[in-house]
T-cell receptor
Framework: EAAVTQSPRNKVTVTGGNVTLSCRQT?????MYWYRQDTGHGLRLIHY???????QIGDVPDGYKATRTTQEDFFLLLELASPSQTSLYFC????????????FGEGSKLTVL | GDSVTQTEGQVALSEEDFLTIHCNYS??????LFWYVQYPGEGPQFLFR?????EKGSSRGFEATYDKGTTSFHLRKASVQESDSAVYYC???????????FGGGTRLTVRP
């Protein structure tokens, strides 16, 4: 069973605050993803990576940075958080391109006041 | 760009009812199509996929058939149970890249 672990599970910050969401996968998967989930919009891709040091731009990247430090670890950075970034964030991993079988973590709820 | 449209935002049924959730897509090329399910408090889980026209994907009693002519991949189940209550996402994966594009999701509530 694929394992993707996110931290923190809940985070509250203020406008302009600095937030880092962490994700670790222990399945030797090449691809990792960050999605945000909002009612009415479903899941929207922020950034993704196909290996350590690699970063690809997703569909809604504005206001977010990401870094893949190792094959296991993928971080999402919000350097000047805004209320519009209040959302449920999911990390996911997959073995390779186009398999379509993503393994998701349990989510990180971020509230920006 | 690629997009996925799920017609129903919410569906409410009784146990043993027939389920249909409509999914239509717009994409260049020949995308693979997917269904994911998300239970409360969890991340989405892969349900099944289809990669070719007329291919049927299925899992746990759910099924969908890839229809290139109507650009659709509708989810169906003959007899739903209360435990099927969840949010269902249709998605496409284009060969041009490694990312999935998800629809807006459909919340299914099944009454006992």
């Amino acid at each position: 069973e694929a394992a993707v672990t996110q931290s923190p599970r809940n985070k509250v910050t203020v406008t302009g605050g600095n937030v880092t969401l962490s994700c670790r996968q222990t399945n030797s998967h090449n691809y990792m993803y960050w999605y945000r989930q909002d009612t009415g919009h479903g899941l929207r891709l922020i950034h993704y990576s196909y290996g350590a040091g690699n970063l690809q731009i997703g569909d809604v990247p504005d206001g977010y940075k990401a870094t893949r430090t190792t094959q296991e670890d993928f971080f999402l950075l919000l350097e000047l958080a805004s209320p519009s970034q209040t959302s449920l964030y999911f990390c996911a991993s997959s073995l390779g391109a186009n398999t379509g079988q993503l393994y998701f973590g349990e989510g990180s709820k971020l509230t920006v006041l | 760009g690629d997009s996925v449209t799920q017609t129903e935002g919410q569906v409410a049924l009784s146990e043993e009812d027939f389920l249909t959730i409509h999914c239509n897509y717009s994409a260049s090329g020949y995308p693979a199509l997917f269904w994911y399910v998300q239970y409360p408090g969890e991340g989405p889980q892969f349900l099944f996929r289809a990669s070719r026209d007329k291919e049927k994907g299925s899992s746990r009693g759910f099924e969908a058939t890839y229809d290139k002519g109507t650009t659709s991949f509708h989810l169906r189940k003959a007899s739903v149970q209360e435990s099927d209550s969840a949010v269902y996402y249709c998605a496409l994966g284009n060969n041009a890249g490694a990312k999935l594009t998800f629809g807006g999701g459909t919340r299914l509530t099944v009454r006992p």
